[in-house]
């Protein structure tokens, strides 16, 4: 399974999150404490919100923990809100096209989990992308396609209820082509002011995720920002061993962060 995290808060350099921690995203890209795989080497991504609506976007095929590019960049990079992914192949080629984050205008996605046999129903789900969006497929991921999906379903008027739909539109597919494997989804969507992050699993197991409102950097940074200062985060592992600073998602929840503050909803019932 792939590792990721989702940061909003003050302004920081990208390394403060992405390196200094205990239990940072560099470190669980080799030796990841909760992932059904040890290791996530094929590949890393890190979108950022600066100066710009669009997201910056650094995407390569090196693992995380053995890439001197992604330290340089993450030592004078800036940013209030990031997204950062270590992949973990779930079958398709690591290529620059199939690592997260995934970019389409303003919007940054990334997920860990995967659509089981997925190669029986590929097929149903490209016919479903929305013809406008289906060139700005570049890669041969589930993750990719399940973002185009999301896309197409309205997102800009009702993230929870696009991310119902979209689940639909691939259980619906699981269900006409007599697909058993289960379908897990913990995945992160970013407009640049807003983070939603999702968990769902369709065999009850989901993968893990959890959130944090109030994380004192000073903490997980080791000391490199100001005491007073925190931050929300999003993440598939904790990055340190103080277990007040994170909550568990529940399955099938929704956690939206955004102005300081990060809430839970229940997963909408698609229609």
Same mark, same amino acid.
């Given at each position: 399974?792939?590792?990721?995290l989702?940061?909003s808060?003050p ?8 390196l200094k921690?205990e239990?940072s995203l ?5 030796q990841a404490r909760?992932?059904?795989s040890v290791t996530?080497g ?9 100066h ?6 650094f ?9 001197e ?6 030592e004078?990079?800036?940013?209030r809100t990031?997204?950062?992914?270590v992949?973990?192949s ?9 690592c997260?984050?995934?970019?389409y205008?303003?919007y ?7 659509i089981?046999e997925?190669?029986k ?7 479903a992308?929305?013809?406008d ?13 399940f ?5 197409g ?6 993230? &929870?209820?696009a991310f *119902? ?5 691939v259980?619906?597919a699981? $269900?006409?082509?007599n697909v =058993? %494997?289960?379908?897990?989804?913990t995945?992160?969507?970013c407009d640049?002011?807003t ?6 699993a369709?065999n009850n197991?989901?993968a ?5 409102s109030?994380?004192p950097?000073?903490?997980?940074t080791n000391?490199a920002?100001? &005491?007073?200062?925190? *931050?929300?985060l999003i993440?598939s592992?904790?990055?340190?061993? $103080?277990?007040d600073?994170? =909550? %568990?998602v529940?399955q ?13 909803l229940?997963?909408?019932?698609a229609k």
């Amino acid at each position: 399974m792939c590792r990721w995290l989702a940061y909003s808060g003050p302004s920081i350099f990208l390394d403060r999150v992405l390196l200094k921690p205990e239990n940072s995203l560099i470190r669980q890209s080799l030796q990841a404490r909760e992932s059904r795989s040890v290791t996530s080497g094929d590949g890393f991504g890190v979108g950022w919100y600066r100066h710009h609506d669009r997201p910056g976007l650094f995407r390569d095929i090196h693992p995380a923990w053995n890439d001197e590019n992604l330290r340089s960049l993450a030592e004078q990079i800036q940013a209030r809100t990031f997204l950062a992914h270590v992949r973990a192949s779930t079958g398709t080629p690591t290529s620059r096209s199939n690592c997260h984050p995934f970019r389409y205008g303003n919007y940054l996605f990334m997920h860990n989990g995967q659509i089981g046999e997925f190669e029986k129903i590929r097929r149903d789900l490209l016919i479903a992308v929305r013809p406008d969006l289906f060139t700005n497929i570049k890669g041969a991921t589930d993750s990719e396609l399940f973002f185009h999906l999301l896309l197409g379903n309205k997102l800009e008027d009702d993230v &929870p209820t696009a991310f *119902a739909q979209t689940i639909k539109t691939v259980e619906d597919a699981r $269900i006409a082509n007599n697909v =058993t %494997e289960p379908f897990l989804l913990t995945a992160a969507l970013c407009d640049g002011e807003t983070i939603y992050a999702i968990r769902y699993a369709s065999n009850n197991q989901p993968a893990t995720l959890y959130y944090g409102s109030e994380v004192p950097l000073s903490e997980i940074t080791n000391g490199a920002e100001e &005491p007073d200062e925190k *931050a929300i985060l999003i993440l598939s592992e904790p990055l340190d061993d $103080i277990r007040d600073n994170w =909550t %568990e998602v529940p399955q099938n929840s929704i956690v939206v962060a955004a102005e300081n503050r990060a809430y839970v909803l229940p997963l909408p019932v698609a229609k």
